[in-house]
T-cell receptor, first 117, second 113 residues
Framework: DTAVSQTPKYLVTQMGNDKSIKCEQN?????MYWYKQDSKKFLKIMFS???????INETVPNRFSPKSPDKAHLNLHINSLELGDSAVYFC????????????????FGSGTQLSVL | GESVGLHLPTLSVQEGDNSIINCAYS??????FIWYKQESGKGPQFIID?????DKRQGQRVTVLLNKTVKHLSLQIAATQPGDSAVYFC????????????FGKGTLLTVNP
């Protein structure tokens, strides 16, 4: 009954590899996100999707490609992994609350700790 | 310990005391604010939110105060418990269809039994 679930929880890989992180939400929300948390705990938005359409892309390298097959899923694929990609990646979702597209509070998954060696 | 190397602002309190965590936000156009709690190894968890047309909102053992004049947000936790030990983040949003929640630096709260 987890609201926002992401897999895997831990991901250890070599530089140059390609990897994916999956995310699913069962809250019926319209908007999903990927956030990156660095070693200093700083949380920064990477992408936002609303009803499968990309609405925010925060100057993330194009090695990162989000894909939303439906509004309940937002996966993150990373090509040619680099040492600096090591971080915790959080998926989140929120609900549009009015006709302007304003979203309400985010619900976060438990994170994927990515370690690039 | 968890705080080594993090350089987060820290607050250490005794169990049963009240805690106040402060946050300065950056954008005077922000109209929605949220406090999140993040325990070790978990994702951020919603605590309480407030819109810019209010200056105070209360929840269960928590109160958020908003001072738009000085762009300051605070979270008050009453009768702090060991389970309250976590990193606390404030977040702000300008609103509208390009929804983007911008997080503050985080404060590590440690509750001593």
């Amino acid at each position: 009954d987890t609201a926002v679930s992401q897999t895997p929880k831990y991901l250890v890989t070599q530089m140059g590899n390609d990897k994916s992180i999956k995310c699913e939400q069962n809250l019926g929300h319209d908007t999903m996100y990927w956030y990156k948390q660095d070693s200093k705990k700083f949380l920064k938005i990477m992408f936002s999707y609303n009803n499968k359409e990309l609405i925010i892309n925060e100057t993330v390298p194009n090695r990162f490609s989000p894909k939303s097959p439906d509004k309940a899923h937002l996966n993150l694929h990373i090509n040619s992994l680099e040492l600096g990609d090591s971080a915790v990646y959080f998926c989140a979702s929120s609900q549009v609350i009015d006709w302007t597209g304003t979203n309400e509070k985010l619900f976060f998954g438990s994170g994927t700790q990515l370690s690039v060696l | 310990g968890e705080s080594v190397g993090l350089h987060l602002p820290t607050l250490s309190v005794q169990e049963g005391d009240n805690s106040i965590i402060n946050c300065a936000y950056s954008n005077s156009a922000s109209d929605y604010f949220i406090w999140y709690k993040q325990e070790s190894g978990k994702g951020p968890q919603f605590i309480i939110d407030i819109r810019s047309n209010m200056d105070k909102r209360q929840g269960q053992r928590v109160t958020v105060l908003l001072n738009k004049t000085v762009k300051h947000l605070s979270l008050q936790i009453a009768a702090t418990q060991p389970g309250d030990s976590a990193v606390y983040f404030c977040a702000e949003n300008i609103g509208g269809s390009n929804y983007k929640l911008t997080f503050g630096k985080g404060t590590l709260l440690t509750v001593n039994p």
